[in-house]
Structures are given as structure tokens and as C-alpha cells.
């Protein structure tokens, strides 16, 4: 009998999609990876703010970019991104990160130094013994793994996103956000299997999503 086969999950959706709540069950039910690209250019925007490197300085983000070291850390079935050896804290979500991630994620120099690293990320879910990753964001299944086993774009009612998003305590302009991220959130071009997740609860959202999986994994 040949041996299961890895899987790649790339997940998209804007902020509040439920992108992040089902990914991490994944993550959990199939033994998969679970990645947030998120976090990571949350890190990466702290970096730079305590750099005070705007995103608006090309020439100071070209110059700093590539000095930048990037490294993994495994903390239970998510990988936590290292900048120079160091993990991101709390600062992360911030007031001020919160208000300029979205920006830096703009910036096709930001997003191109991280791109290496985030399908590294494929490799550490191997030599760690998962059968697959599964990794959430913007430009996942388009940019990042545009021949991901199973690609999903998930999308919700901007009321109700903006909903969750202060059930979550986050004070996020839902509409704004869009605005900025539609530079590297394309759902056309990623082909992939969209879900409206305004009237579904978690459990369905997760449920439909799997359903998908367990067939590419032959479960």
C-alpha cells in the first residue's frame, strides 16, 4: 500500500471570513500544518514600525528587507515565524500594527521577501511528520500555492464580518481593509471553491471545507 499522500490547503478570505477559526480545525482533524500568514506580516509590520521604516520609504524598506533573517518555530501544529531568531508578542496586535499591516502587505517588496519563506513553510511541515499544511491569507492559492491540492476562498457579508470582528474585541474598518488588501485578495484569479460563510455557522463552514480534504487524502 503506498504511503498517504501530502496535501497543500491554501485558504483565502478577507478579515473576519472565518478563515482563521476553520483552518485551525483543519489543522487539528487531518494532521496538518497549520500556517497564518497573517501574523506574519503583523511580525514583519512590527519590525519595521520598531525599525521606523514607513512603508511609504521604498528605498529604506529595499535596503532593510533583505537583512531581514526569517526562521520557524513550531508551537503545537501552527508554525510561528522568527525574525532574527526572536518570536512576535503581543505587540503584534496592536493599535499601531493594526493600523499599518495592511499597508506594508501593499507593498509588492514587502510581499515579495516574503514569499520564499512562506512556501518554505511546506518543507518544515514534512520534515515534521504532518501530512500536509494547511495556510491562510490573502494570496494564497493565487500567488503563494496557485497548484495547492485543495484552494478555497472564503467571504462573508461586510456587515457581518465587521460583526465578528468586534466580537473579537478588534476595532478593524472592514470596508478599508478590503480596499487595501483587494491588491493581493483576487478571488477570479485563484479559480479556487468560494464560500459564502454569512449564514453559516463554524461547524459548516469546516464540515464543507473537509469534505474536500479527506477526499484529496483518501480518507
Do not use: W
Request: hydrophobic share 40%.
Amino acid at each position: 500500500m503506498g504511503s498517504s499522500p501530502f496535501i497543500i490547503v491554501a485558504i483565502d478570505g478577507g478579515a473576519a471570513s472565518g478563515k482563521s477559526s476553520s483552518s485551525r480545525i483543519l489543522a487539528e482533524r487531518f494532521n496538518l500544518l497549520h500556517v497564518d500568514t497573517g501574523s506574519f506580516y503583523r511580525h514583519l509590520t512590527s519590525e519595521l514600525l520598531r525599525r521606523g521604516v514607513p512603508h511609504t520609504d521604498l528605498p529604506a524598506l529595499r535596503a532593510v528587507l533583505p537583512e531581514l533573517k526569517f526562521d520557524t518555530r513550531l508551537e503545537g501544529r501552527s508554525a510561528r515565524m522568527l525574525i532574527g531568531g526572536q518570536p512576535a508578542g503581543d505587540e503584534i496586535r496592536s493599535a499601531a500594527v493594526n493600523e499599518h499591516v495592511a499597508h506594508y502587505a501593499a507593498v509588492p517588496e514587502v510581499r515579495e521577501v516574503l514569499i520564499g519563506y512562506q512556501r518554505g513553510q511546506a518543507d518544515v511541515a514534512r520534515q515534521h511528520g504532518f501530512r500536509g499544511l494547511v495556510m491562510e491569507g490573502r494570496d494564497i492559492g493565487s500567488k503563494i500555492f496557485p497548484a495547492a491540492d485543495c484552494r478555497f476562498f472564503l467571504f462573508a457579508d461586510p456587515a457581518e464580518r465587521a460583526k465578528r470582528r468586534a466580537a473579537e474585541g478588534r476595532q478593524d474598518v472592514i470596508g478599508q481593509r478590503d480596499t487595501i488588501d483587494s491588491v493581493r485578495l483576487n478571488q477570479s484569479a485563484q479559480g479556487a471553491i468560494a464560500i459564502d460563510s454569512t449564514f453559516l455557522t463554524l461547524e459548516q463552514v469546516v464540515d464543507r471545507l473537509a469534505a474536500d480534504i479527506a477526499a484529496k487524502l483518501g480518507a
